[in-house]
């Protein structure tokens, strides 16, 4: 099973590793559009990346950040993104095992797997990246099928991603995980604040499991093993109540 989280926006910076190698990223066949994103972006002007980053002048490293994506250094993908969800995945004691099943989902690079190299970069799925002729197309354009193809393999994918990143590139058959409180009269409300966290732990739960999951159901039950309570509520959706 692969597990695919949601990035952030919130990154570590430096690293101890040399400069990317999008030739020894995974997901090989996304790789055309990872060198036009790449190259689109050095090529803006930091002035105007702050406009269409949607950041501010605090931020301006952060648009720096993006015109030295092919020589600034690069650490783990899931060192990198840093944050609520990954705070409670806590990748850093996790077993190689339990890492190979994970990976992030990217408006920069499609999807990632946990240990591919990459540098700090700043850029949202909802960012309009304007193209060499001036116009801004879409991530979910400039991605095309090409995420929704590199996901499609024979084993379970479990899509925590946020709608947006779902958005770039959506997978068909792969269980989502939707979060739920109870409140104190008996009705559940869709949890937002707190979202991030409980989809951390439950793909660490997920990942450590010594067993695969094959279905919803499966999953379902790994995270109950753990003391979850999760529901389905079909063949590839599954609640989280917390």
């Known amino acids: 099973m692969l597990i695919v989280l949601p990035p952030s926006e919130a990154k570590a910076h430096g690293g101890s ?8 990223l995974a997901f090989p066949t996304l790789n055309p559009v990872r060198e036009q994103i790449i190259a689109d972006l050095e090529a803006l002007p930091v002035d105007d990346a702050l406009g269409v980053l949607g950041i501010s002048e605090k931020l301006r490293a952060e648009a720096e950040a993006n015109t030295q994506l092919r020589t600034s250094p690069t650490m783990p993908a899931i060192h990198r993104y840093t944050g609520v969800l990954f705070d409670a995945l806590d990748a850093h004691t996790l077993p190689p095992s339990a890492s190979a099943r994970l990976a992030v989902g990217s408006a920069l ?8 190299l990459i540098p700090h970069y700043r850029l949202s799925g909802g960012t309009k990246l304007p193209l060499a002729d001036g116009t801004r197309p879409t991530m979910k354009a400039r991605w095309g099928n090409a995420i929704t193809e590199a996901l499609s393999h024979d084993g379970l994918v479990i ?11 959506k997978v068909p058959g792969a269980v989502t995980v939707r979060v739920e409180s109870v409140l104190a009269d008996g009705s559940r409300k869709v949890v937002s604040h707190f979202n991030k966290q409980y989809k951390g732990e439950l793909a660490r739960v997920l990942a450590l499991s010594p067993g695969e999951a094959a279905t919803a159901g499966d999953v379902a039950d790994i995270a109950r093993g753990a003391g979850m309570t999760i529901e389905q509520t079909s063949a590839t959706a599954l609640t989280l109540v917390v």
């Open 17 to 24: 590793h040399g400069p990317i190698d999008l030739g020894s």
């Open 109 to 116: 690079f499609g999807v990632v797997h946990a240990d591919d």
């Open 159 to 169: 899509d925590l991603r946020s709608g947006t990143y779902q958005q770039l590139g």
